[in-house]
């Protein structure tokens, strides 16, 4: 027996990140929103709460806070030519649950992306030529640019609370900032927080080699912080539990503390959770959509919701999942290149190695999870890569974000991996070391694309999303020559030991965590033939149909992508109150 | 920290103002402090990320109806005022132990002496 609902007019499937900046901009107006979400509300829960928010070996190490695989996972093949199999546990990506989806277990880190981004093809063709890019790298334009985003970059910014330091500000070079940063019109909301020891010592070494560091801007608050709506932030304590924790200080701007406990007492906004989004109706003559289909997971009850306007706004793999399984938009092809539903999917390349410092205290414990220092030499098309025979690049850091007990085990090469020597390489080492990393891009390949899978099927009988993925020649090669030059900043820190490098290698690795950015699937741009969504994220085939998320990313940058997200989920808020009055192609 | 302005100079010479004008004046500044607290804290009896704090100075400790307290604050019997506040508003886990409020406490005793000008305000 499927129920069916009273119409409305806005209608989101998620309740994470992106749908709570929507809902604001839409219930600001009095519209009216329906949010449906699969997962609970964990604000005031135990997650939320000492001391069960510090259990490493749940929230972390279980990812108790990300999606649970016996009800839906992903399957992964390398290639066309192998069998995909399910991935049993998630580990190199964490797709939340939850009011506040994967937002709400950040570390926080916060970038603008470069202002060439948007325009990626035309610059990198500009730069090297016509020719430069291979045929098999299936990178594009946005069809927008980084003017039409920036005012909601600042608004998302202020939202948010973010602490940094300008590193240019209406196209003027800021000291202390970060150079490469993409033109900002005022100062981050907040300022910087203050480097760790371990930011020191990479400041000192990056500097003797010429670069600029600059802190992280940071979703973490320096201090009490009051939003633009009267939301608030605490005051973060620097415990190293923000990545795959809910912060119980309330200091890590997340939109289950700032978004969604306004949003429930605004008049228009209703938020389901417990709902399990199943599908959208297609009217395929139509080119619309009619609405959604939902199970209410308490009751076991199926609904369909009919609505003027359907946002998806779930994660990467879910987005392009119910494109898919409606049949709305051609799926991408990868034989042929024709369709583009699934395409374009593309991960992060993260690599580094560790330093070791016999006499320096670094305690790794006191951090959060954006107080990073930074160069941003290295990062996509900053530096030149002519001859280099590849493109992007990646952000080098010094990266202490926790000292967790059970996670955080650096120890210098040849230790034994169990054993009285290896505890007392832990005693010796813990709080004298620490991690440069590369926070490193990845560019679509013909290849890596998203379907679905035709054996395996998730507990509500629905097929597996499948990624036929590989880490290919671009990134084995942009990581090798960005970790190189990580491993002269180690060589300049003064330090003990320095471990080898380890630059990614293949094939793809679902076990290790690399960054939960996984992006594309559902790609933007401003030809239809290209893409499946238009740069106001509306869908080409069908009209009251928007997408919105990582998954519309048409390739993934080196920088992490909440900032981007914010900015594009609200400037989306304000095009569905434009098109709540007049209904059209934007 | 605050720089001393001349009025705190002047009142603490006892050169200016009575108790009660001295008293509005702070309350005025620890409303401010208090957004350190605002966060997780209500001002009336409403509990959030931690327990309402209408009627905090005289209550007793871990008294407040329908919040789930530590097992240290519920086992600390402390009357909530002046000089107690402002020992565990110093630093909460010195002043009791394994309490599970997520702050490191305020530095300055000024703010501190302000701040609790403000809560003994909420009734």
New interface residues.
């Given amino acids: 027996m499927v129920t069916t609902l009273k119409k409305r007019t806005v209608v989101i499937c998620g309740g994470g990140f992106t749908a709570g900046l929507i809902a604001r901009q839409l219930t600001a107006q009095n519209l009216d929103v329906l949010v449906l979400e699969r997962g609970g509300d964990r604000a005031d829960a135990a997650e939320a709460k000492l001391p069960s928010q510090r259990d490493e070996l749940r929230w972390d190490a279980r990812a108790g806070l990300a999606q649970d695989t016996a009800v839906q996972t992903y399957s992964l093949r390398h290639s066309r030519s192998e069998e995909a199999l399910p991935i049993r546990r998630l580990a190199a990506f964490l797709p939340g649950e939850g009011i506040g989806g994967a937002a709400n277990h950040w570390n926080g880190q916060t970038w603008r992306w470069a202002e060439y981004d948007p325009i990626m093809r035309t610059r990198l063709e500009t730069r090297y030529g016509k020719n430069a890019i291979p045929a098999e790298m299936t990178i594009q334009d946005w069809g927008v640019t980084y003017a039409e985003l920036e005012p909601y970059h600042a608004l998302w910014e202020k939202l948010f609370g973010i602490a940094g330091k300008a590193g240019n500000l209406r196209g003027k070079i800021q000291p202390g900032g970060n150079p490469f940063e993409a033109p900002r019109q005022d100062e981050y909301p907040q300022p910087a927080l203050p480097p760790t020891e371990a930011g020191l010592i990479f400041t000192s070494a990056a500097e003797s080699l010429g670069y600029k560091p600059f802190p992280m801007a940071a979703a973490n608050s320096p201090a009490a912080y009051a939003n633009p709506d009267g939301m608030r932030l605490g005051q973060c304590q620097f415990c190293g539990h923000c990545e795959r924790f809910i912060c119980e200080a309330k200091a890590k701007a997340s939109p289950e503390v700032l978004l969604y406990p306004m949003l429930l007492k605004r008049p228009s906004f209703e938020l389901r959770t417990q709902a399990h989004v199943l599908g959208v109706d297609y009217d395929r003559d139509a080119k619309r959509v009619r609405g959604v289909r939902y199970l209410d997971l308490m009751t076991g009850e199926a609904y369909e919701q009919p609505a003027d306007i359907v946002v998806l706004a779930s994660f990467v793999m879910s987005n392009t999942k119910y494109l898919l399984m409606a049949g709305i938009g051609e799926p991408y092809d990868p034989q042929t290149g024709a369709g583009n539903v699934g395409r374009n999917f593309c991960h992060q390349t993260m690599s580094g190695l560790n330093v070791f410092f016999k006499d320096r205290w670094l305690n790794p414990f006191l951090a959060s999870g954006a107080s990073q220092t930074c160069i941003d030499e290295f990062n996509e098309d900053n530096f030149d890569h002519g001859g280099l025979g590849f493109f992007g690049g990646g952000y080098i850091y010094s990266n202490v974000t926790s000292g967790r007990p059970i996670g955080h085990r650096l120890l210098p090469p040849g230790t034994p991996s169990w054993g009285t020597k290896w505890k007392q390489a832990n005693a010796d080492w813990y709080a004298h070391s620490f991690n440069i990393y590369v926070h490193g891009s990845w560019y679509p390949h013909r290849e890596n694309y998203l379907d679905l899978d035709p054996t395996y099927r998730d507990a509500y009988d629905q097929p597996l999303l499948r990624m036929t993925f590989d880490i290919r020649d671009n990134e084995l090669r942009m990581s090798e020559y960005v970790t190189k030059k990580a491993e002269e900043i180690a060589k300049a820190c003064g330090a003990t030991i320095v471990s080898p490098p380890t630059p990614r290698k293949g094939p793809y690795d679902v076990r290790v965590y690399q960054t939960t950015h996984v992006t594309g699937g559902t790609i933007m741009g401003a030809d239809p033939a290209t893409s499946v969504v238009s740069p106001h994220l509306q869908s080409w085939d069908a009209e009251n149909l928007f997408v919105v998320g990582a998954s519309v990313y048409p390739f993934n940058a080196g920088y992490n992508p909440t900032g981007p997200l914010g900015a594009l989920a609200l400037r989306l808020g304000d095009d569905l109150i434009s098109y709540t009055q007049r209904p059209r192609h934007l | 920290m605050r720089p001393l302005n001349l009025l705190h100079v002047l009142m603490v010479l006892g050169l200016v103002g009575t108790a009660d004008r001295a008293r509005a004046q702070d309350a005025a500044h620890g409303a401010k402090v208090f ?2 607290c ?3 804290h209500a001002t009336n009896a409403d509990n ?2 931690g327990p309402g704090l209408g009627g905090l100075v005289g209550r007793k400790s871990g008294s407040v109806a329908g919040f ?1 307290y ?1 097992r240290a604050m519920k086992a600390a019997n402390i009357v909530w005022d002046d000089k107690s506040l402002d020992s565990y508003l110093a630093a909460p886990q010195d002043a009791v132990p394994g309490n ?1 409020m ?3 406490g305020i530095v300055d005793a000024g703010e501190r002496r302000d701040l609790i000008a403000y809560l003994e305000t909420l009734k």
Avoid: V
């Fill in positions: 957004a350190n605002a966060p997780c959030g990320a789930r530590s599970t997520p702050f490191s």
